[in-house]
């Protein structure tokens, strides 16, 4: 029996260092940021969403992507060309040897955003900082107000993977059952079920509120602990199999603009493997859509009292 115990405990630790291995290819600590700080093949880049966080102070050697200008298309509602990310990329110094880590506010939203920009143009070696700029502040580590200009990289980008990014047609076949794809919404239960059209405050708005019909409801905070670094690998396993989502089918995750639903797409992709598109178009698009189906739970009504 001790023989076998024994074993049993040497084969978790197996699993469980291969999990954080996994993990680790795609996440990095703070503690592990500040020591590699002056790694020369590092490249650092703050995608927040914020006005003004950056110049306020930000991890030393960090570069700022202003989310709404560098990483979209300012006229087409579209994410950035090929050719205007390679000459953004080269700017902040990244080359083919680079490797980049992405970090930012609010929960890691827009650079996990940017992380998927990334993974469609098929930049190697991107990581979050797990927790991103927050847990970084909380934990009194070094910022900076100097800007900086690294020398011009050299990277090219030479791939486009379209599977990674899903567009209203795609989501309406799935609502419609045509084609066998899983659905999560990770907004919040009230902007699920059509209480609220979306969060307060919000510019973006949508004349329906509810879900596309089939989405299961899985809230992007589920996969975080208290200090905004995601939930061990197994346990991100059983929260989204309670929903059915366990990666035997492609998955589709929206929210209401797409950021934080980059944030869902990054913990079933890049940490639990599942083959998942994000829908970036998400509830502002598909809730303004015309004759497209809906589920509203709540009954609410656009300009309804």
């Given at each position: 029996m001790k023989t076998i115990r024994a074993l049993l405990a040497a084969a978790t630790l197996l699993v469980s260092q291969s999990v954080l291995a996994a993990a680790s290819e795609y996440l990095v600590s703070t503690d592990w940021l500040e020591k590699n700080l002056n790694d020369p093949k590092l490249r650092?880049?703050?995608?927040?969403?914020?006005?003004?966080?950056?110049?306020?102070?930000?991890?030393?050697?960090?570069?700022?992507?202003?989310w709404h200008t560098d990483?979209?298309?300012?006229?087409?509602?579209?994410?950035?060309?090929?050719?205007?990310?390679?000459?953004l990329l080269r700017n902040a110094g990244v080359s083919k040897d680079s490797t980049v880590i992405l970090y930012g506010d609010t929960n890691n939203w827009f650079a996990a955003w940017g992380a998927w920009v990334f993974d469609i143009y098929g930049?190697?070696?991107v990581k979050l900082l797990d927790g991103g700029r927050a847990k970084w502040e909380a934990e009194g580590r070094p910022l900076s107000v100097l800007a900086q200009t690294p020398p011009p990289g050299d990277i090219e980008i030479t791939t486009v993977n379209k599977h990674l990014r899903a567009f209203l047609p795609d989501v309406v076949a799935a609502a419609e059952g045509k084609s066998d794809v899983a659905l999560v919404d990770i907004r919040?239960?009230?902007?699920?079920?059509?209480?609220i059209f979306a969060p307060p405050g919000v510019q973006e708005l949508a004349v329906r509120a509810g879900h596309v019909p089939g989405a299961v409801n899985v809230p992007w905070g589920e996969a975080v602990a208290a200090d905004g670094t995601f939930k061990p690998v197994e346990e991100l396993r059983r929260i989204y199999a309670?929903?059915?989502?366990?990666?035997?089918?492609?998955?589709?995750?929206?929210?209401?603009?797409?950021?934080r639903s980059s944030h869902t797409w990054f913990a079933l992709s890049k940490l639990l493997g599942y083959q998942v598109a994000n829908y970036d178009g998400s509830w502002t698009e598909y809730g303004n859509?015309?004759?497209?189906?809906?589920?509203?739970?709540a009954g609410t009504v656009w300009g309804g009292k």
């Open positions: 650092i880049i703050e995608v927040s969403v914020n006005p003004g966080v950056f110049e306020r102070g930000h991890i030393p050697g960090a570069v700022n992507f202003v990483l979209v298309d300012t006229v087409r509602r579209d994410i950035v060309s090929k050719d205007q990310f390679q000459t930049v190697p070696n919040s239960p009230d902007e699920y079920q059509g209480k309670a929903k059915g989502i366990d990666g035997s089918k492609p998955i589709i995750t929206y929210c209401r603009i797409g950021e859509a015309v004759g497209v189906p809906i589920v509203n739970l």
